[in-house]
């Protein structure tokens, strides 16, 4: 059974890794659209959509606790 404490950690923990891989994914993507890099756009575009997916991957792993 999930109990929520559990849900308030999935928060805490979805929060700073996808702060994380978003972050990276935009500085890093900034960084090469400011020297002239298309390759840049790259990485900004998916970088929200990409911060998303470790949130959502452990929200399906916690959730498969429920069966």
């Known amino acids: 059974m999930i109990?929520?404490?559990d849900i308030?950690?999935?928060g805490i923990a979805?929060?700073?890794?996808?702060?994380?891989?978003?972050?990276i994914l935009l500085g890093v993507g900034i960084a090469l659209v400011l020297s002239r890099h298309a390759a840049g756009w790259l990485l900004m575009l998916p970088a929200a959509p990409?911060?998303?997916l470790p949130g959502w991957i452990?929200?399906?792993r916690l959730g498969g606790q429920l069966r």
């Not at 979805?14 to 972050?23: R, Y």
Request: no cysteine; charged share 10%.
């Open 14 to 23: 979805s929060g700073l890794a996808g702060g994380l891989v978003g972050g």
């Open 50 to 52: 990409a911060g998303a």
């Open 58 to 60: 452990m929200a399906l």
């Open 8 to 10: 308030i950690w999935l």
């Open 3 to 5: 109990e929520r404490g």
